[in-house]
């Protein structure tokens, strides 16, 4: 039975999303989401489990039961990614667990990947750096390569130059295809590359001629790519600068400002799939996960699009250049670019929502903690910025542990990270007031001594 995305819940750090089926009027036979509380064709009300068909995951099974997975996310300092530890028994990975359940509508600042994917990539990274990258074409073609008068093509920024050029040329299909099976392996820059070395864009389309000779990667950007590229906001994984907004087209290397991890696929052919929604995602699913990890694929079957979402963005960057004008299974020439930022409620909320883990996760990783103590301090003992810290961080805490999608969380959660400000006194009162006065009489002892 099909089910759609209602809700995130889960406790601070094991966040997941909620599903729920959905249900069949009984006198017309339409099928209508579960949030619908009458039916989409006839109107008729919905029937009363209609609200309580929720689809449980494994860990939020568990959970409801009162019996804790205890996987939590953590913020890595130096790659600034998400990655899963166990407080029972210590293990860490960068693949989401499994038990954690199904990854939120939308991640927010940090992607949190899914069960499976990671082990995936790193099995065929490893397997295409045993052999030489070949050529995949014999030699560039010179219509891409160069075209001389008004309808000059700039390679580096995939668009054409002049007053003749129209949309209508971004509708015929792409000439060559990477397959990564066939065309990865180890280049130059595998062998002599170092922080400042970027992906091949020509590798991504298909049809770089120089091979193992390239100065350039020709394989999937790795955790380690992921974790190098992040620290350079400021250029893609293919090293072409960003700008500060999109490009009208939502093409191109993007905006540094407006960071997105979420591609647009248009012009996707429906009636080609037998009408069948799971056949469609099914296939989408397997095209772009060859690019990257994919987080989640949001299928709007009525209007014959798709947005689907990475867990990191250099993986998306890959996808954008490597899917436009490509097809899945049938004929299609998709239309891919950048999204824009989910408007749905759902997603907004999950957005909220993951954010408020990540400033949770980004101070612990600092070496603070948002516990609350086993004791109470007397109201006179904390003063000053100690004092005001630790009762915002006390306070956030209770907040986002026991609602964590509440307003009051997500108004705290600011104060968390104004505390965790460096410089700042987080969780250690200030006692120098009740000091001063012991301090001055061992001066005059020492002065009368003297």
């Known amino acids: 039975m099909k089910s759609s995305v209602t809700g995130t819940s ?3 750090g094991a966040a997941f999303a909620v599903r729920e089926r959905t249900w069949q009027c009984g006198a017309c036979k339409a099928k209508n989401p579960p949030q619908r509380k009458a039916c989409v064709r006839c109107r008729k009300k919905a029937p009363q489990d209609a609200q309580k068909a929720l689809v449980w995951h494994e860990g939020a099974a568990r959970a409801a039961a009162g019996d804790d997975h205890n996987w939590r996310e953590a913020l890595d300092p130096e ?21 954690m359940g199904e990854t939120v509508r939308n991640t927010g600042w940090y992607g949190r990947g899914r069960a499976g994917e990671q082990s995936r990539l790193d099995r065929n990274n490893a397997k295409y750096l045993e052999r030489p990258a070949p050529k995949q074409i014999e030699a560039q073609p010179k219509e891409t390569a160069y075209l001389q008068g008004a309808e000059m093509y700039n390679k580096w920024y995939g668009k054409y130059v002049g007053e003749h050029w129209s949309k209508e040329q971004r509708l015929d299909p792409a000439k060559h295809r990477c397959k990564v099976d066939l065309h990865a392996g180890y280049t130059r820059a595998d062998k002599e590359g170092g922080e400042g070395t970027y992906f091949c864009m020509f590798f991504a389309q298909g049809e770089c001629p120089k091979g193992k000779s390239c100065r350039y990667y020709h394989r999937i950007p790795t955790y380690a790519d992921v974790g190098r590229l992040e620290k350079d906001a400021m250029r893609d994984c293919f090293g072409r600068e960003r700008h500060a907004t999109h490009r009208d087209d939502m093409r191109g290397a993007g905006s540094f400002k407006s960071p997105s991890r979420t591609l647009y696929v248009g012009r996707l052919l429906r009636a080609s799939y037998n009408d069948s929604s799971s056949e469609l995602r099914k296939a989408l699913q397997r095209h772009f996960a060859e690019w990257g990890e994919v987080e989640s694929i949001n299928l709007v079957w009525q209007k014959s699009i798709a947005f689907v979402r990475y867990r990191f963005r250099s993986h998306a960057e890959f996808a954008l250049l490597a899917m436009a004008n490509q097809q899945l299974d049938k004929d299609e020439v998709l239309d891919v670019k950048w999204a824009h930022e989910d408007p749905n409620p759902v997603a907004q909320e999950a957005i909220k929502r993951s954010n408020a883990d990540a400033v949770v996760a980004a101070i612990r990783a600092a070496g603070h903690h948002i516990d609350d103590t086993a004791y109470q301090l007397p109201a006179d003992y904390a003063s000053g910025a100690g004092g005001a810290a630790q009762r915002t961080s006390s306070t956030a805490a209770n907040a986002i542990a026991s609602e964590p999608d509440s307003a009051a969380a997500k108004e705290t959660v600011p104060q968390i990270a104004d505390a965790a400000a460096p410089g700042s006194d987080l969780f250690y009162p200030n006692t120098d007031a009740q000091f001063a006065a012991s301090e001055q009489e061992q001066v005059a002892k020492r002065q009368r001594t003297a």
């Open 10 to 12: 889960g406790p601070v």
């Open 79 to 99: 790659s600034k990614q998400i990655y899963y530890f166990n407080e029972k028994t210590g293990a860490v990975q960068w693949e989401r667990p499994k038990a």
